[in-house]
């Protein structure tokens, strides 16, 4: 049944990650939470575990995302390159940080960005395109920043990201396009780091490498890789407002928990 919940989690996080650029974790890290509470994983490393996994999960998830954006011409290569170079520094730092809060304080923390990504998602706000792409070294401190939140909050960086190249006016089909080709290396990244940080910590179960619990890993990993390219069509197709405001619903009472 624990197998088959990871399976399940990872259909949900593949459509969420093709069809909204969010990579899943927004999902992933809540239910990951729950799922290892049930299990009895020592609460000192269950919610880095489950941003450690999360990321993990996310590198395979991005994979048929981002070839699929690709086939249709939309993601902006020339920006991915520099938000990348700031990406690689932004998400060790965030991991670093991540591993200083302990596991109740970050699980608020958690929280109160579902809530603020709940709240964005109801109103289905976006920032008006009031600026142009920025320079190289624009894109590169961006990319530091968004790679930083991404490992705290153990996400693909897409509700960051998006609105950022939105705000810098690059069109959105192209900001969700090139935000799920960034998701790649925020996760590959901070799922090392996250690896490295807890690597030979007493208190983790059987069956983990660091921060990175295998059998989740996997099991999300199956089913989000073939689930990301099916949501990744319906972006291209479908107006998601319906979806978004019930998955802003749902990320609402994930905050709430988290801060009760």
């Known amino acids: 049944m624990e197998f088959l919940l990871y399976l399940v989690l990872g259909a949900c996080a ?3 990650a093709g069809l909204f650029g969010v990579g899943g974790g927004l999902i992933i890290v809540p239910v990951l939470v729950i799922s290892f509470t049930a299990q009895g994983v020592d609460p000192s490393v ?3 575990l489950a941003v450690g996994t999360s990321l993990a999960t996310i590198v395979f998830t991005s994979i048929n995302s ?11 290569w020339s920006l991915f390159v520099w938000l990348t170079l700031g990406i690689v520094g932004g998400t060790a730092i965030g991991a670093f940080t991540a591993s200083t809060i302990q596991g109740p304080m970050l699980q608020k923390i958690i929280g109160v960005f579902a809530i603020i990504m709940a709240v964005q998602m109801a109103l289905d706000y976006k920032p ?4 142009d792409v920025p320079g190289k070294p624009g894109l590169t401190v961006a990319g ?14 897409g509700s960051l990201t998006v609105p950022f190249l939105t705000w810098r006016s690059v069109p959105m089909q192209q900001a969700v396009a090139t935000s799920s080709a960034t998701g790649m290396p925020i996760a590959l990244f901070g799922a090392l780091s996250f690896l490295y940080l807890g690597w030979g910590h007493d208190d983790l179960p059987e069956w983990s490498l660091g921060y990175v619990y295998l059998p989740a890993m996997v099991g999300i990993a199956l089913t ?15 107006s998601p407002r319906v979806l978004k405001r019930l998955f802003a619903l749902l990320l609402l009472g994930v905050g709430l928990n988290f801060l009760i």
Do not use: D, N, Q, Y
């Not at 981002?66 to 902006?76: L, Q, T």
């Open 128 to 131: 008006k395109a009031s600026r």
């Open 144 to 157: 530091v920043v968004i790679g930083w939140a991404s490992a705290i909050f153990g996400i693909g960086g």
């Open 46 to 48: 269950l919610t880095h």
């Open 66 to 76: 981002v070839r699929e954006h690709h086939r249709k011409g939309a993601v902006r």
């Open 224 to 238: 989000s890789m073939f689930f990301a390219r099916f949501g990744a069509r319906l972006a291209h197709r479908l």
């Open 14 to 16: 593949g459509v969420l």
